[in-house]
Nanobody, 120 residues
Framework: QVDVVESGAGLVQAGGSLRLSCTAS????????MKWYRQTPGEQRELVATITSRGDTNYADSVKGRFTISRDNAKNTVYLQMNNLKPEDTAVYYCYVEASHDGRSMFQYWGQGTQVTVSS
């Protein structure tokens, strides 16, 4: 079993910054990709940013140049630095972790979500 816990929720004015953190713990042999998604009421969950085990990153067009995803493999932690926030970034942000218990099969784990609110 793997627990995924996010932190860094907050209310910020447009143009401000927040940093989200997400730590995976439990029976972990290795972690492959780590991702951040976001979701607003009535909408599908949207992929925001991805980082692979090698450190390769990818971003949604809507956040390119403003958000930065990074990870600390020693701590099984992924971060999302969000700068120049806009009201449309308001959402519940979810952490996704692809982990293995034995080096063979990979499993997907989700955090509980953390609220980011950007006021205009």
């Amino acid at each position: 079993q793997v627990d995924v816990v996010e932190s860094g929720a907050g209310l910020v004015q447009a143009g401000g910054s927040l940093r989200l953190s997400c730590t995976a713990s439990g029976s972990i042999f290795s972690i492959n990709s780590m991702k951040w998604y976001r979701q607003t009421p009535g909408e599908q969950r949207e992929l925001v940013a991805t980082i692979t085990s090698r450190g390769d990153t990818n971003y949604a067009d809507s956040v390119k140049g403003r958000f930065t995803i990074s990870r600390d493999n020693a701590k099984n932690t992924v971060y999302l630095q969000m700068n120049n926030l806009k009201p449309e970034d308001t959402a519940v942000y979810y952490c996704y972790v692809e982990a293995s218990h034995d080096g063979r099969s990979m499993f997907q784990y989700w955090g509980q979500g953390t609220q980011v609110t950007v006021s205009s």
